[in-house]
């Protein structure tokens, strides 16, 4: 069982950055695609970004779009978000989750995902 520990969130005032990682609990080499989900107050969870073990494939929510930036050290065995220019819409627990294979289309899919991390969590606020 692959578990993963989110790590990087906390209270952050509009504009502001946070950069959020994602470590699996053992050595994977960056085998597996990872995605980035958040959960706001009252809403279901959302897909913010992904990418795919080598990198070179990453995808982001429209609501997001320059503002995070996804990448990964398979040395180092941790993908990161950069989240700049923060807004209090992105407020919310953020959850990094591990496919063995890369989604594609189906990459905001919930579904996609076998390995989830608990969470941590991100406030925007003044």
């Known amino acids: 069982q692959l578990h993963l520990v989110e790590s990087g969130g906390g209270l952050v005032q509009p504009g502001g950055s946070l950069r959020l990682s994602c470590a699996p609990s053992?050595?994977?080499?960056?085998?597996?695609?990872i995605g980035w989900f958040r959960r706001a107050p009252g809403k279901e969870r959302e897909g913010v970004s992904c990418i795919n073990s080598s990198g070179e494939l990453i995808r982001y929510t429209d609501s997001v779009k320059g503002r995070f930036t996804i990448s990964r050290d398979n040395a180092k065995n941790t993908v990161y978000l950069q989240m700049n220019s923060l807004r209090p819409d992105d407020t919310g627990v953020y959850y990094c989750?591990?496919?063995?294979?890369?989604?594609?289309?189906?990459?905001?899919?919930?579904?996609?995902?076998?390995?989830w991390g608990q969470g941590t969590q991100v406030t925007v606020s003044s």
């Open positions: 053992e050595f994977t080499g960056g085998y597996y695609a």
């Open positions: 989750a591990a496919s063995p294979t890369w989604p594609g289309s189906r990459c905001f899919d919930r579904s996609s995902y076998a390995y």
